[in-house]
């Protein structure tokens, strides 16, 4: 029986992202696994840090539809089924902790930067996904 039956990727739609969708496309087939991708959309009010008078709302849309047709493309590239493409807003950690939870994902994977010393301070996604998550967590090193 193979360990892991459902696994959920986190992508950030960089020119890193396929480094992470490769290695976890080759883990999830060796084990015959479901692979889920998800992207997180942070909320665009957060960068305005709330105070400005704005509606952005039609930006937040933008913001999600163009996250959804890069999530596609790579669903379709990753042969992922669409039901397993997800585009979520909120804080990538917390997106992710409920997810995996929500879905009863065996196996998180997410890319590492491999900080050291005061980068490494002001921590990363890899690192609060880590923290939070009850499933096993695989951190891809991205070169
Ligand atoms: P970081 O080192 O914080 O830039 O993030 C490293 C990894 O965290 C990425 O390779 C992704 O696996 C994951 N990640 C970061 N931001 C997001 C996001 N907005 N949605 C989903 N995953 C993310």
């Known amino acids: 029986m193979s360990a892991y039956k459902k696994m959920l990727v986190a992508i950030d739609l960089t020119e890193e992202a396929p480094q992470v969708l490769n290695k976890a496309k ?3 087939s060796a084990h015959g696994a479901e692979l889920m991708l998800v992207h997180v959309v942070e909320p665009v ?3 305005y840090g709330g105070d400005i008078p704005m509606d ?3 930006l937040q849309d ?3 539809k163009a996250a959804k047709e890069q999530l596609a ?3 379709d590239e990753y042969g992922v089924a669409k039901d397993d493409q997800v585009v979520t807003v909120g804080r990538p950690e917390s997106e992710i902790h409920r997810l995996a939870k929500e879905q009863d994902v ?3 994977i997410v890319g590492s930067h491999g900080r050291k010393g005061f980068q490494l ?3 990363s996604t890899a690192n609060g ?3 939070g998550t009850e499933c096993d967590v695989l951190a891809v090193r991205i070169h």
């Open 26 to 28: 080759a883990i999830s």
């Open 45 to 47: 009010g957060y960068a």
């Open 56 to 58: 952005l709302t039609e």
């Open 62 to 64: 933008q913001l999600d």
């Open 73 to 75: 493309k790579y669903g």
């Open 106 to 108: 065996d196996l998180v």
């Open 121 to 123: 301070l002001l921590g």
């Open 129 to 131: 996904v880590l923290h």
